[in-house]
């Protein structure tokens, strides 16, 4: 099972009563003619909308055009792709968490993306007060060297090795081999997998706040273990 999630954080203040409000009502509608000459509307809405435990939660709908190439000619499929969120507070901060099940890897970072920057704009009305969250490499290296045992995979970027732009070490101890110190010395942690052994969970976590899920857990499960454990390491 492989279930990415992308975080963010609400850096406008707003209240909880008006947030709901403002995607409750939320549906646009495009329009769109077919290369049949089919005119239909394409939809993007926010769906099952709910506050529970002070956690606004919905799923935002998108529908969109997908052409593919059969026997030489281009042909269009109507597609709707579903992301549930969850606006979490924690502490003084307001973080917005977004779920891409079932999504092509290319397509992820633009649907969270879309859903961070609508809800943006359906909130304040401009793009930019719904930001990317971010965990520095310093919180990623005590988090692996904590217990090193747990780490599967460790990824360096801003490797300042003249053309290489990324080092990776897999396997198991990496915090007691000789490569993984003199990678510290070139690069920055950008990402780390790792086993979650009180939760049994395995994980992946980059910087920019990607967590993708990599053993079998339901979504509920994921998604509290991203509330309780990894919105404390944001920076």
Not at 126 to 149: D, F, K, M, Y
Request: neutral net charge; charged residues 30%; proline residues 3%.
């Amino acid at each position: 099972m492989v279930l990415p999630a992308k975080i963010f954080e609400i850096k406008e203040k707003i209240d909880t009563g008006i947030m709901i409000q403002k995607l409750k009502n939320f549906r646009e509608e495009e329009p769109y003619e077919a290369e049949s000459g089919e005119k239909v509307s394409l939809v993007s809405e926010i769906l099952d909308l709910r506050l529970e435990s002070g956690v606004i939660s919905g799923v935002f709908s998108r529908d969109y055009v997908r052409t593919r190439f059969y026997k030489r000619k281009l042909i269009e499929a109507l597609v709707t792709e579903e992301a549930p969120f969850w606006i979490r507070p924690f502490g003084e901060r307001l973080f917005l968490i977004v779920l891409a099940p079932s999504v092509a890897r290319g397509v992820k970072k633009l649907l969270t993306g879309n859903v961070a920057n609508t809800i943006s704009r359906i909130l304040f009305i401009r793009a930019g007060a719904v930001v990317e969250a971010r965990i520095p490499h310093e919180t990623l290296r005590e988090l692996h060297e904590s217990n090193p045992q747990a780490t599967k995979l460790i990824w360096f970027d801003e490797v300042d090795i003249p053309g290489v732009e990324k080092l990776c070490l897999a396997g198991s101890d990496i915090v007691d081999t000789e490569l993984y110190h003199e990678y510290l010395k070139h690069g920055k942690i950008w990402y780390v997998v790792f086993e979650v052994q009180r939760r049994g969970l395995v994980v992946g976590i980059t910087r920019n706040c990607v967590v993708t899920l990599f053993s079998r857990s339901t979504i509920g499960d994921f998604i509290r273990y991203i509330q309780e454990d990894i919105l404390k390491l944001i920076q």
